[in-house]
């Protein structure tokens, strides 16, 4: 049932050529396109070619992993999650889906086709981007290290497949908004504005939380913010890239730190937290439209 | 509970909205029982509550009261008995970005199906769609939609078939052959099927039996044979009309026939003919013509919902 289940969500992802190219597949799309204008750039442009400077291949096939979780990237997935999960309400597919199938299984194929599918294009891109980047190395004469080693691809392989899960794990919960709106607003642009509000919203929570704590002479209101999902995001990432907590300031001074298994954990409350919510919601949902 | 039951609704009650001032019951204390094999025809004035007793029937919607069985299962706790049943409710919808063909594998796989090229190809055939399956659904008109919804409704060859509206968007030629696919489907594979329709006149033509619901309740309910002819009506044509029916008022029942001048709709027994015509004529009035008049669904219809709703749906 899941296997076919999945292949159906997979069928209407890759059907829907125009939101999934917009949003998803433009990024792959825009590595190439920039790839290649590198290449005509470094074939015509003696200047080009002499500023261009050494890269590590390294830090360039992670840099794609970064996309889901910045502004932008978090932005155009909100877009693609709701007119995956609004979609069905708009086009009043539903009421033919639901009567043949399990609601909890269709729901929850539906978030793993929508990670896969984004873990898929941004592996996509970040191999465009790799090999891109070795290819204007080549001409440009400049150095793309370091060599291949079992060190420096175990050190790689670690790096990588944590990115790609923190990417994933920012995925999730930009889905987890977008189908929690998408049950409320059953409407693709309600779903998306309702989604991109409550991830936005979240990270802003900062500055009232900040101010009250402030007012009130007490750091209890600031903590719930450790609980949120973009702090724990940016401490993950923090732990990382530069091995330290991002910290947070209180306004009594001093900074609270968070270790990344605490930020790890609470993430995925969130994750399961945010798709448990949504089975809920739809398992008990009338499907009037 | 028999097995030959298809469908069993006991005391339905389904209410929309929280707060008391707001509430609207869309149907109430619903018992309704469609033997299998049977083409059943489900009527009633828009706002009536078919559609949400459709919804109801398919595990749309949940009852605020009150069971819903299929084939004997009870369908929110049994749900698995909902893969004998094809539907069609309120009009087909469909990912228009995709084909028609590629619409229906999408809708077996999540029936947990992967049927052979052949089902679909035969699928589409009986609807008449199978050249125009490759176009995106985005560029069919409404009868292809229409069509491509039974198509749809009829992939996993289901026991029970519910339909909402199905002509609706159909030429008179693609109506005929809704009316004669539904038939074929009962008569020749036992399928058992529950339409909902805006055509009285097809579905007196089709159905076997039918409920008539009104304001969520259940009005009438009984063979469509039975419902046309409850009542022995002769239509006759008389000069003057009026005098006519003040001659035989008090006597028999009559009413004017909508649409005519010079037409009245007498309620009598066959043997009574005679009687009526000879009151008439030893009353100076001409009489033109006497003929049984056969009450047609449509009337019927409109006679139950007591004219409330001048058009159904």
């Known amino acids: 049932m899941w296997v076919r289940l999945f292949r159906a969500e997979w069928r209407k992802i890759t059907g829907n050529r125009w939101a999934t190219g917009c949003m998803i597949g433009i990024f792959p799309a825009l590595a190439f396109l920039v790839i290649v204008l590198g290449l005509l750039a470094a074939a015509f442009s003696s200047s080009f070619r002499a500023s261009f400077e050494d890269n590590l291949w390294t830090e360039l096939a992670i840099v794609p992993w970064l996309i889901p979780n910045n502004p932008l990237g978090r932005g155009l997935l909100l877009g693609f999650t709701a007119v995956l999960f609004a979609g069905e309400y708009q086009w009043n597919t539903w009421k033919t889906i639901v009567p043949r199938s399990q609601r909890v299984p269709l729901i929850l194929v539906k978030f793993v086709a929508v990670a896969l599918f984004v873990v898929f294009a941004f592996t996509l891109m970040s191999v465009i981007w790799g090999v891109g980047g070795g290819l204007l190395a080549l001409a440009t004469d400049t150095g793309y290290g370091p060599a291949l080693s079992s060190d420096v691809l175990r050190d790689f392989a670690t790096d990588y497949g944590r990115q790609m899960l923190y990417a994933f794990v920012g995925t999730m919960i930009a889905a987890g908004y977008a189908s929690l709106a998408a049950m409320i607003t059953r409407s693709i642009l309600g779903s998306a504005i309702t989604g991109i509000v409550l991830a936005i919203g979240e990270t802003m929570l900062l500055v009232p939380l900040y101010l009250i704590s402030s007012l009130l002479d007490t750091n209890t209101f600031l903590h719930f913010y450790r609980f949120l999902p973009s702090y724990n995001l940016l401490n993950v990432l923090s732990w990382s890239y530069d091995k330290s907590a991002s910290g947070l300031e209180l306004p009594s001074g001093g900074i609270v730190t968070d270790s990344r298994l605490f930020s790890e954990g609470v993430l995925a409350c969130w994750v399961i937290g945010l798709i448990a919510l949504t089975a809920v919601l739809f398992q008990r949902q009338d499907i009037t439209n | ?313």
Not at chain 2, 6 to 21: M, T, V
Not at chain 2, 260 to 268: G, K, N, R
């Open chain 2, 1 to 313: 509970m028999s097995n030959t039951t298809a469908i069993r609704i006991e005391n339905l009650h389904k209410h929309f909205g929280w707060r008391k001032s707001k509430r609207v019951q869309a149907v109430k204390n619903l018992n309704l029982e469609v033997a299998a094999g049977q083409v059943y025809g489900f009527l009633g004035p828009n706002g009536a509550g078919k559609t949400t007793t459709i919804r109801v029937l398919l595990d749309l919607i949940r009852p605020s009261q009150g069971d819903v069985y299929l084939f004997g299962k009870h369908v929110q706790r049994e749900r698995e008995v909902l893969s004998r049943v094809g539907s069609l409710v309120e009009g087909a919808s469909f990912y228009d970005f995709l084909s028609g063909r590629r619409n229906l594998e999408i809708f077996a796989l999540t029936s947990n199906l992967d049927l052979p090229r052949a089902r679909f190809d035969e699928v589409l055939k009986l609807v008449d769609m199978e050249a125009r399956s490759v176009r995106r659904v985005k560029g069919y008109s409404t009868g292809m939609k229409q069509r491509l919804g039974i198509a749809a409704a009829m992939l996993t060859d289901p026991d029970l078939l519910i339909l909402d509206e199905p002509a609706n968007g159909l030429d008179p030629q693609g109506i005929s052959e809704i009316r004669a696919l539904v038939r074929r489907l009962a008569d020749q594979y036992g399928k058992t099927i529950f339409l909902s329709s805006h055509q009285l006149g097809e579905v007196e033509q089709v159905c076997d039996r039918v409920a008539i619901v009104n304001k969520g309740e259940l009005v009438r309910e009984g063979r469509v044979a039975d419902l046309v002819t409850a009542k022995a009506q002769f239509r006759i044509r008389a000069n003057p009309v009026e005098r006519a029916m003040a001659v035989i008022d008090g006597h028999w029942t009559t009413t004017p026939q909508a649409g005519s001048d010079d037409a009245l709709l007498v309620d009598v027994a066959d043997g009574e003919t005679p009687l009526v015509v000879k009151r008439l004529v030893d009353n100076n009035i001409q009489v033109y013509e006497v003929s049984p008049h056969r009450q047609s669904l449509e009337d019927y219809f409109l006679s139950v919902t007591e004219g409330e709703n001048s058009h159904v749906g």
